[in-house]
């Protein structure tokens, strides 16, 4: 049976002092392995050089004191090349916290840095990026894949199984749409109509009785809209990736 490629998480961290960069090197390692989740740690002591590897970071541990560049600047930068990576802001100076909120940062740690510090960070940041890995087995050709949850579009009963659409392809499972709820998380899933259920991270805009996927139009089931808009904001303050 063929995978799709599997997810590492890809934590970076900033901070101008070497020292500093090893010791939290050592300290994400040490709470990364215990939590057996396959990772990488990039570290960088400038935000010029993390910028120059933004698009594949994940996570990123970003000091506010640095020269020329400092995490402001960085932070501002990171999201706008990419909106999906987490900022955690690290400082020992409360009185910039004003400025931490212009970048939109997930955790605030304070320095010097302290283990259980950064591993409430690192596990609010897992709640966030777990939802939606389970995997679940799906064909195409006859041949068989596993997909994550996360990477589904949408979902639509065809004649007793359903298609699904991910990646720009469509599989198919045999099974009915009600089973195939049963399987889904239900924190990024929300049956919109009586043979369709959508992935809410890829819904673009919607209106009373529509669901726009990029430029693919759903219907909405008009006794479901309320509960939708309700389910897809709770969606988009706690799980938007």
Known sequence: MNEMENDIIRIAICDDILEMTKFMTNIISDIMDEKKIEYEILAFQSGKDLLEQIDNVNLVFLDLEMPEMDGIKTGERIRRENEKCKIIVASAREDRMKEVFRLDAMRFVSKPYDREEIMEAIDAYLQTYQVGLQRIEVYKNRKAY????????????YNGAVNIYAHNTVFHKEVTLSKMEEMLDEHIFFKIHK???????????????????????????????KEFERVFMDFDLKYRG
């Not at 596993?146 to 009963?157: D, G, V």
């Not at 809410?200 to 430029?215: A, N, Q």
Request: overall charge positive; aromatic content about 12%.
């Open 146 to 157: 596993y997909i994550m949850q996360r990477e589904i579009r949408y979902i639509q009963a």
């Open 195 to 225: 043979a369709i259920i959508v992935g809410l991270g890829f819904v673009t805009e919607y209106t009373k009785d529509k669901v726009f996927i990029d430029k693919e139009i759903l219907p909405l089931s008009r006794r479901n809209s």
